[in-house]
Nanobody, 125 residues
Framework: QVQLVESGGGLVQAGGSLRLSCAAS????????LGWFRQAPGKEREFVGT????????YYADSVKGRFTISRDNAKNTVYLQMNSLKAEDTAVYYC??????????????????WGQGTQVTVSS
């Protein structure tokens, strides 16, 4: 069982940056691939990016590639989402999720086993 708690959301102007954190409980944190998703009002939850268990491989949605970076610290049981050059269309609730081994870089919602509660990110234009 893994519990995930996101933090770091807030209000930021377009062009600004935010870093989200997701703290996880559980002794086997390092065995999970971790992902970030987001859901804007009236839209489906969409994939943002994912990182493999060791942190040396990542995969991003085209909409955020080059602007967002995922990293993880297995010693701290934490995954991060660094968001730069934010746009109004990045406004959403952001969720972190964990996918059990042997999934490597899952991008589908149904590939993830555990979800956090989400944190709101609002980008003003």
């Amino acid at each position: 069982q893994v519990q995930l708690v996101e933090s770091g959301g807030g209000l930021v102007q377009a062009g600004g940056s935010l870093r989200l954190s997701c703290a996880a409980s559980g002794r086997t944190f390092s065995s999970y691939a971790l992902g970030w998703f987001r859901q804007a009002p009236g839209k489906e939850r969409e994939f943002v990016g994912t990182i493999n268990w060791s942190g040396d491989n990542t995969y991003y949605a085209d909409s955020v590639k080059g602007r967002f970076t995922i990293s993880r610290d297995n010693a701290k049981n934490t995954v991060y989402l660094q968001m730069n050059s934010l746009k109004a269309e990045d406004t959403a609730v952001y969720y972190c999720a964990a996918a059990s081994w042997p999934k490597i870089l899952p991008s589908g919602r149904d590939e993830y086993d555990y979800w956090g509660q989400g944190t709101q990110v609002t980008v003003s234009s």
